[in-house]
């Protein structure tokens, strides 16, 4: 089956880092996503990793180890703009689909 | 580059009645997915179009639930009739290309979904 966990809810501070993480066991693996969604709002794309390893981008970042089914987002020099939830997405199963977790919910605290 | 845009934005119904939802992807965009989010939950795939074609429908309550693209553009989701479980945010999201893996989803503000 297709399992994807990640905390519920997370609180941090503004200037801080944070570190979301999310296990996964799915049939077949074709690349991981990290969206964020602001309440009432769309998902939008925040990373894509497809190999082991860390990939940078600005104030974020996302890690990837296959063989433990595990990522993780850190957000850098927190902003009270970084409030949202932070999706766990990965690309699998036999029709290979996108499938999410049910997100993490973060927020930043003055 | 204007993104996927949806309308209603908000639809609120009684049980048993019937809704539609619209949806125009990203210019280019060959691959089309509709996505349910029911609150605190993440997005469940309801069905995924490739132009005009159905990749996968495997999670759509095909009893309640249709959806077409005629011309590979546009796209329409329906549910007749509404149940009260129903009650979610309607996602649609488009891609370039059939996914293989890695291709970005870029999605629209969604349908907000109030089944009374």
């Known amino acids: 089956g297709q399992n994807i966990d990640q905390p519920t809810e997370m609180t941090a501070t503004e200037g801080a880092i944070v570190q979301i993480n999310c296990t996964y066991q799915t049939s077949g693996f074709n690349g991981l996503f990290w969206y964020q969604q602001h309440a009432g709002e769309a998902p939008t794309f925040l990373s894509y990793n497809v190999l082991d390893g860390l990939e940078e981008k600005g104030r974020f970042s996302s890690f990837l180890s296959r063989s433990k089914g595990y990522s993780y987002l850190l957000l850098k020099e927190l902003q009270m703009k970084d409030s949202a939830s932070y999706l766990c997405a990965v690309y699998g199963g036999a029709t290979n689909k996108l499938i999410f977790g049910t997100g993490t919910l973060l927020a930043v605290q003055p | 580059e204007a993104g996927v845009a949806q309308s209603p934005r908000y639809k609120i119904i009684e049980k048993r009645q019937s809704v539609a939802f619209w949806c125009n992807p990203i210019s280019g965009h060959a691959t089309l997915y509709w996505y349910q989010q029911i609150l605190g939950q993440g997005p469940k795939l309801l069905i995924q179009f490739q132009n005009n074609g159905v990749v996968d429908d495997s999670q759509l309550p095909k009893d309640r639930f249709s959806a077409e693209r005629l011309k590979g553009v546009d796209s329409t989701l329906k549910i007749q009739p509404a149940k009260l479980e129903d009650s979610a945010v309607y996602l649609c999201?488009?891609?370039?290309?059939?996914?293989?893996?890695?291709?970005?989803?870029?999605f629209g503000p969604g349908t907000r979904l109030l089944v009374l």
């Open positions: 999201a488009s891609s370039l290309e059939k996914p293989t893996g890695g291709e970005t989803q870029y």
